[in-house]
């Protein structure tokens, strides 16, 4: 899907889609990264965040992550994962209830990520999938999950790779993974000591423990209509964003507003009726003025 820089010019020039270097073909300032996240990995954390509302927890105990440190290993606290998108429950929205964060430290803040999304990329795919080069890694036993807690047993030299973070130290409830070049959406349960692959229907995942479900929404999202995910209350209605919220009071206003001109309306067109019967029936000889006093 993405051919290899520098792609051969011809006559007439390729478009520029086909020849210019992406931010998986360029290095970053940073050697060990790719380039900065492309538009979509702005656009779709943006709107998971906008509509992930657990009904069972008010906004000021949910906290979402996009492309932030996260931190879970105390003794090495230099390592950490950088979710494209992650979202926690039962913390408080700002740090110590006071300030934005610049990172999230697992063994600070008490509480892990309920669930992690990542954007599927070219540069990455593999180890977001827990692909490996067959190196051995410790299997899950041998890990123990924590708060920034790992079995010292086993030195570790380096980082472990994400899955093996979300899984076997952070203990992250759920994974889900979605590929915008084929709209493939993928999730997996924690289930003991692994990650089990869940059957989705209709790409939509419930998570009864926060009374919230992932899925897939075909509409327009700034501009852009494409397949987006998108999260759903348990009446299967898509959660709003701040900009459909402020446009479903507009014509929640609108129609109030249409209502009360409907009556006022009514009420002029029976005080005109009213006002032609009396004279009606002045022009008969008749004060109508008696039987409205008698």
């Known amino acids: 899907m993405f051919p290899k820089y520098p792609v051969p010019q011809t006559e007439p020039p390729r478009s520029p889609k086909e020849t210019l270097p992406t931010m998986y073909d360029l290095p970053s300032e940073n050697a060990e990264e790719p380039g900065l996240p492309d538009e979509f990995h ?18 000021s105990q949910i906290f979402t992550g996009s492309d ?48 992690i999304v990542e954007l599927l990329s070219p540069g990455t795919e593999k180890e977001d999938l827990g692909a490996n080069d067959g190196e051995n890694l410790p299997s899950a036993p041998e890990l123990i999950a924590g708060n920034g807690n790992i079995n010292r047993e086993h030195n570790l030299e380096k980082p472990l790779r994400k899955w093996e ?49 992932l899925g897939l929404w075909q509409g327009d999202y700034l501009g852009v209509d494409r397949l987006w995910l998108r999260w759903y209350d348990s009446e299967g209605n898509w959660i709003p964003t701040p900009e459909e919220r ?44 008696r039987f409205l006093n008698g």
Do not use: C
Not at 73 to 85: E, F, T
């Open 68 to 115: 932030m440190n996260l931190y879970y290993d105390s003794r090495h606290p230099l390592w950490y994962k950088r979710p494209d998108w992650f979202g926690v429950v039962g913390v408080s929205r700002l740090y110590d209830e006071v300030d934005m964060r610049l990172s999230y430290v697992v063994w600070q803040e008490g509480v892990n990520p309920f669930v």
């Open 246 to 289: 402020a446009e479903q009071a507009q014509e929640l206003a609108q129609q109030e507003g249409e209502r009360a001109d409907q009556e006022q309306q009514r009420a002029e067109t029976a005080e005109a009726r009213l006002a032609s019967l009396m004279q009606r029936l002045r022009e008969s000889g008749i004060d109508p003025d």
């Open 42 to 59: 702005g656009l779709q954390p943006q709107l998971l965040s906008y509509t992930f509302r657990p009904s069972r927890y008010s906004a």
């Open 165 to 213: 973070v979300y899984e076997q130290v952070l203990r992250i409830p759920y994974y889900v993974v979605f590929s915008r070049y084929t709209n493939r959406l993928r999730a997996f349960k924690l289930d003991g000591a692994r990650y089990e692959e869940l059957e989705l229907s209709d790409s939509r995942l419930w998570m009864p423990e926060i009374d919230l479900g």
